[in-house]
C-alpha cells in the first residue's frame, strides 16, 4: 500500500462503517478444520473484517480509493483467520455481512469482491476460505451493492440479493443458495440503493409482520419502495418521495 498514514487516518475517522467488526450469536457446529492462524477447537465465525487497506484498485465508488486486501474471521474460541486475496483483486464494500445461508445454525460470510480487470461479484466465505460467489460484472469499475440475505420466498431456502451496478444498470439480482451453490433466479430493473460517492449503501431486507422486504429506491431516487418477491412474481408498494438516509432507516425499522 502507497497511500500515506494521514491519509488513512482520515479516512477512517470519516468512514467509521468500512471493514467495521460485526458480530452474531456464538453457534456450535462441527465441520472439517483447515488450521490457518491460531487454535481451532471450535470451527464457528463469531465475527470478520476486512483488513489490509490498499489503494491497488482506482475505482473510488464509496468515496475514496482504498479499499481492502484481505478478510479476518475471529472464531467462537478466539482463533483468527485471514484471508488475503491476490493483488488483482480487492474487497470492495463498507463491512463484511455475516448471515445464516444454509440453517445450520453458524454463519457465513457475504462480501464484495472485485477483480481489478472483471469487476465486483457477490461472494460467500465460511470458516475455510471462499463457498462461492456470482459471476464478476465482466469489467473494471463496475460494482455491486449488496441488500443482504432472506428467505425471501419463504421457501426454506435463503436468497441473497443486491443491485448490479447501481449508477448504471440499476437492477435488483437475486440469487438462492443452496448446497454451497448460487443460482440466478430473479431480476428487477429500474432500482437502486446508492449514489457515485456515498460512503454507505441505502436500505437492505427488513421483515415487517412476518414478510421479508427489500427496501431501495427507484432509479432517479424518487421514490423509497418495498418490494417483495414471492418466488415468481415481484409486489413493489411505495412508501413515499422521502429517499434520504433517515427515512431509509424508519423504513428498515418497519415505520
Known amino acids: 500500500m502507497t497511500r ?32 490457518l492462524a491460531g487454535p481451532v477447537s471450535a470451527d464457528v465465525i463469531a465475527a470478520a473484517r476486512y483488513t489490509e487497506p490498499t489503494d491497488r484498485y482506482a ?3 464509496l468515496g475514496d480509493a482504498i479499499e481492502w486486501g484481505a478478510l479476518e474471521l475471529e472464531m467462537t474460541d478466539g482463533a483468527i483467520r485471514r484471508f488475503v486475496l491476490p493483488r488483482d483483486h480487492v474487497f470492495e464494500d463498507v463491512a463484511p455481512r ?29 470458516a475455510q476460505g471462499k463457498i462461492t460467489e456470482t459471476p464478476h460484472i465482466g469489467t473494471r ?24 451496478r447501481p449508477h448504471l444498470a440499476k437492477t435488483l439480482r437475486i440469487w438462492r443458495y443452496k448446497d454451497g451453490t448460487l443460482t440466478d ?14 460512503v454507505d449503501i441505502a436500505g437492505g431486507i427488513r421483515t415487517c409482520n412476518g414478510v421479508p422486504e427489500m427496501i431501495l429506491a427507484t432509479a432517479n431516487w424518487s421514490d423509497l419502495v418495498a418490494l417483495r418477491w414471492d418466488g ?7 412508501l413515499g418521495g422521502d429517499t434520504t438516509r433517515p427515512a431509509f432507516a424508519r423504513a428498515m425499522a418497519c415505520n
Open 4 to 35: 500515506e498514514a494521514p491519509r488513512l487516518l482520515s479516512r477512517f475517522l470519516r468512514r467509521p462503517a468500512r471493514g467495521a467488526l460485526q458480530k452474531v450469536r456464538p453457534w456450535l457446529m462441527s465441520l472439517a478444520l483447515v488450521v
Open 59 to 61: 475505482h473510488g465508488i
Open 98 to 126: 455475516l448471515a445464516d445461508l444454509d440453517g445450520d445454525g453458524a454463519p457465513e460470510v457475504l462480501v464484495v469482491e472485485t477483480d481489478v480487470m472483471a469487476g465486483g461479484a457477490f461472494a460467500i466465505y465460511g
Open 141 to 164: 469499475n463496475r460494482w455491486l451493492a449488496p441488500l443482504g440475505a432472506a428467505d425471501l420466498d419463504q421457501d426454506g431456502v435463503v436468497e441473497i440479493a443486491y443491485i448490479d
Open 185 to 198: 433466479v430473479a431480476a428487477m430493473p429500474g432500482l437502486t440503493n446508492h449514489r457515485i460517492g456515498e
Open 232 to 238: 415468481t412474481t415481484f409486489q413493489r408498494a411505495t
